[in-house]
């Protein structure tokens, strides 16, 4: 079997998931978004793009025709393969999309693209909207998910997550596809108060925290560099014993819907003209 990735919020590992109540919320954050995703993708060929470990993928292997699950890092990928392994389940490689690029695949080979806590990694959002619109076949559905910016930061504050370049309100994720898809619809992810307010707490303190770093207008040198100092500094006093499972809460706790308040994640569902 290939090497475990490294067990980071941003790339969510099963065997990891249940080592802190924290990493175990965000693992079925990342869950909840893939069943809600099911309905949508019966029968059909589906791309993940930034499928991550692949973890997600692999559940919604024979819930439709086929799916593959591409990735821009090759540990990931590598690791997807050798873990996950049903039929109509592939695994590929790719580079940054970026202004000029494509992917490897033709042009309307999907009926279905689902992309989750990617888009605030992208540099080229628009490069990257278009190309998913490319891949889509005419009436196909395309579905993102992204934290949300209301519940995390300060007005205007740029990210406290050293990995996302841009971080989106309801209003803003929904004005990103309005110029290449149709039938726009946001939805919240939340949960039960008792589960999810120990992540309001610590996004709380984590914003006021990074503030130095992440005030409006930073340069992206500053925030950078604050924040990988403040994660070194952390990862000093992490020795630690994490909590193990069994944890009081389940999928069940989580839940996605309109106007859902306070809200983690922001989910947007859109389809391609056409059909």
């Given at each position: 079997?290939s090497t475990l990735p490294a067990n980071t919020s941003e790339r969510v590992i099963e065997e990891h998931y249940v080592q802190s109540?924290?990493?175990?919320?965000?693992?079925?954050?990342?869950?909840?978004?893939?069943?809600?995703?099911?309905?949508?993708?019966?029968?059909?060929k589906v791309l993940d793009l930034g499928c991550g470990t692949g973890y997600g993928t692999a559940m919604l292997a024979g819930k439709?025709?086929?799916?593959?699950?591409?990735?821009?890092?090759?540990?990931?990928?590598?690791?997807?393969?050798?873990?996950?392994?049903?039929?109509?389940?592939?695994?590929?490689?790719?580079?940054?999309?970026?202004?000029?690029?494509?992917?490897?695949?033709?042009?309307?080979?999907?009926?279905?693209?689902?992309?989750?806590?990617?888009?605030?990694?992208?540099?080229?959002?628009?490069?990257?909207?278009?190309?998913?619109?490319?891949?889509?076949?005419?009436?196909?559905?395309?579905?993102?998910?992204?934290?949300?910016?209301?519940?995390?930061?300060?007005?205007?504050?740029?990210?406290?997550?050293?990995?996302?370049?841009?971080?989106?309100?309801?209003?803003?994720?929904?004005?990103?596809?309005?110029?290449?898809?149709?039938?726009?619809?946001?939805?919240?992810?939340?949960?039960?108060?008792?589960?999810?307010?120990?992540?309001?707490?610590?996004?709380?303190?984590?914003?006021?925290?990074?503030?130095?770093?992440?005030?409006?207008?930073?340069?992206?040198?500053?925030?950078?560099?604050?924040?990988?100092?403040?994660?070194?500094?952390?990862?000093?006093?992490?020795?630690?014993?994490?909590?193990?499972?069994?944890?009081?809460?389940?999928?069940?706790?989580?839940?996605?819907?309109?106007?859902?308040?306070p809200s983690l994640n922001l989910i947007a569902v859109m389809r391609k003209a056409g059909a």
């Open positions: 079997m109540r924290d990493s175990y919320l965000i693992y079925l954050m990342h869950v909840a978004t893939y069943r809600f995703a099911e309905p949508y993708l019966a029968g059909a439709c025709e086929a799916i593959c699950g591409v990735d821009i890092s090759d540990e990931a990928i590598a690791y997807a393969r050798s873990r996950y392994n049903k039929p109509g389940l592939d695994y590929a490689t790719i580079d940054k999309i970026e202004r000029g690029s494509r992917l490897r695949f033709d042009d309307a080979s999907f009926d279905a693209v689902i992309s989750f806590q990617v888009i605030e990694h992208v540099a080229d959002v628009p490069s990257y909207l278009a190309e998913i619109a490319r891949l889509l076949k005419p009436g196909g559905v395309f579905i993102c998910a992204t934290p949300d910016r209301a519940t995390r930061l300060l007005p205007l504050q740029r990210p406290w997550n050293l990995y996302h370049l841009k971080e989106y309100s309801n209003t803003q994720f929904a004005a990103l596809f309005t110029p290449f898809f149709t039938q726009v619809d946001v939805l919240q992810m939340s949960g039960t108060r008792r589960v999810i307010d120990g992540e309001l707490k610590r996004t709380a303190m984590v914003r006021w925290l990074t503030l130095p770093f992440t005030f409006p207008l930073a340069p992206e040198w500053l925030r950078t560099s604050g924040l990988a100092l403040l994660k070194r500094l952390q990862g000093k006093g992490s020795d630690k014993p994490a909590q193990a499972g069994p944890f009081d809460f389940d999928e069940s706790d989580i839940q996605i819907g309109k106007d859902l308040a």
